[in-house]
């Protein structure tokens, strides 16, 4: 998993160690100055606040002389953003029953691959998976699912299109039920014409789901795409201040010199990032590691 994710960090790796070489290698002391550049340069892998508040610990740790040299800044900054990231979380589950996982985020987010990815990711752990096609709205993305679903072994449960989603993720979860499934994957739509009806549409679905399984939805993932950096960690705001969000999927994490808002996410909005998209197939993905992405990001410089 290191070398996937260091092979999916690669742009933000280099964007960082481009910042930090132009700052720590020209045999400068450590001072004010110094710091307030290495600000600039986590700004550059999309740390954001995060970013000061990390520069701002090192100017503390540089005072009481903890801080000294390039390599110990090196170390800092990459204790500092492992501290960050929290612990690793696993996906929560049911205690009976399908573990019913409600899959939301913005349209063009990278949704309806990340649950292709989650499918495949489940199926080859030897669970049975069922996917509802909520997002009803999206034809393309019910033919999308279908195709995924039919690659990596899941079932998959739709509706006409338009149809009421709760209605769907009703089906869904009776589908679930009856075939024993391990796992309920529930995609959701990303868009409709305000955010207060998309709020009560996934509060319609979550009535729906919790009245089917016990304590449904037992996980609400978000999936946001990396390469929006400091948008996905607003995204997510938003997101969390409507919707229970319980975890973070972080897709295209291979394609962005961004990978710092993953930090930026943790720290900001209080939820864990679970897995992430290293790539455009449906093996590509991870289960989220603190160690390993912390590591990703330094490992190099």
Request: with cysteine; hydrophobic share 40%.
């Amino acid at each position: 998993m290191f070398k996937r994710l260091r092979e999916g960090l690669k742009k933000t790796r280099d964007k960082l160690k481009e910042g930090l070489t132009a700052v720590l290698s020209i045999g400068r002391d450590l001072d004010d100055r110094l710091l307030d550049d290495l600000e600039e340069a986590l700004y550059t892998a999309d740390l954001g606040s995060t970013g000061t508040a990390i520069i701002e610990d090192a100017r503390r740790a540089w005072k009481r002389r903890e801080v000294k040299t390039t390599d110990d800044v090196y170390a800092f900054l990459q204790r500092e953003i492992r501290a960050r990231l929290g612990d690793s979380a696993p996906i929560r589950t049911a205690t009976s029953g399908p573990t019913v996982v409600l899959v939301v985020g913005v349209n063009g987010c990278g949704k309806t691959t990340s649950i292709a990815k989650l499918s495949r990711l489940l199926v080859g752990e030897g669970k049975k998976v069922v996917v509802g096609a909520c997002d009803t709205f999206r034809a393309a993305a019910v033919e999308q699912l279908g195709i995924w679903a039919d690659r990596v072994g899941a079932t998959l449960v739709k509706g006409n299109p338009g149809a009421d989603p709760a209605s769907v993720a009703f089906d869904a979860a009776k589908t679930a039920r009856e075939q024993g499934a391990d796992v309920l994957l529930v995609d959701t739509a990303g868009r409709l014409h305000t955010q207060e009806g998309l709020m009560k549409e996934l509060e319609k679905i979550n009535r729906t789901l919790a009245r089917q399984i016990e304590g449904a939805p037992h996980e609400v993932l978000m999936v946001l795409d990396a390469t929006t950096g400091q948008n996905a960690v607003q995204q997510a705001e938003r997101f969390k201040a409507a919707v229970e969000v319980t975890g973070i999927f972080l897709a295209k994490l291979d394609g962005s010199a961004k990978g710092g808002a993953a930090v930026a996410i943790r720290e900001r909005v209080g939820v864990p990032v679970k897995f992430v998209g290293l790539g455009e197939q449906a093996e590509d993905v991870e289960v989220f590691d603190p160690d390993d992405f912390s590591r990703s990001m330094f490992e190099g410089t």
